[in-house]
């Protein structure tokens, strides 16, 4: 069974920085796209950012300049690299795992969650 794992949430001050990995275990394929999504309390889910097996990324446009993505193609691994943190960046971050079955179909596979808290 496929999992994804991941580490390095917690507790900043605003200005601090985190730095998020996830590791997929149990799999026999690599994942096309990886990234991260991110769900405060009382809001829907959101894309943070996402990173193709050719290179690509695409940021969300909160994050843009201050988060950087980056992935270990033979570790079917994901980081996320976050810098001036502030207070709204607080919620629970989602590793993802994208699989292309299809041109119209996707499997799609999700981390526990890791709770990151921007506070002073």
């Known amino acids: 069974q496929v999992q994804l794992v991941e580490s390095g949430g917690g507790l900043v001050h605003p200005g601090g920085s985190l730095r998020l990995s996830c590791e997929a275990s149990?799999?026999?394929?690599?994942?096309?796209?990886m990234g991260w999504y991110r769900q405060a309390p009382g809001e829907e889910r959101e894309l943070v950012g996402l990173?193709?097996?050719?290179?690509?990324?695409e940021l969300g446009d909160s994050v843009k300049g201050r988060f950087t993505i980056s992935r270990d193609n033979a570790k079917n691994a994901v980081y996320l690299q976050m810098n001036n943190l502030r207070p709204e960046d607080t919620a629970v971050y989602y590793c993802?795992?994208?699989?292309?079955?299809?041109?119209?179909?996707?499997?799609?596979?999700w981390g526990q969650g890791t709770q990151v808290t921007v506070s002073s």
């Open positions: 993802s795992g994208q699989r292309i079955l299809s041109p119209s179909s996707r499997s799609l596979y």
């Open positions: 990173k193709y097996t050719d290179g690509n990324t």
């Open positions: 149990g799999s026999t394929f690599n994942f096309e796209i």
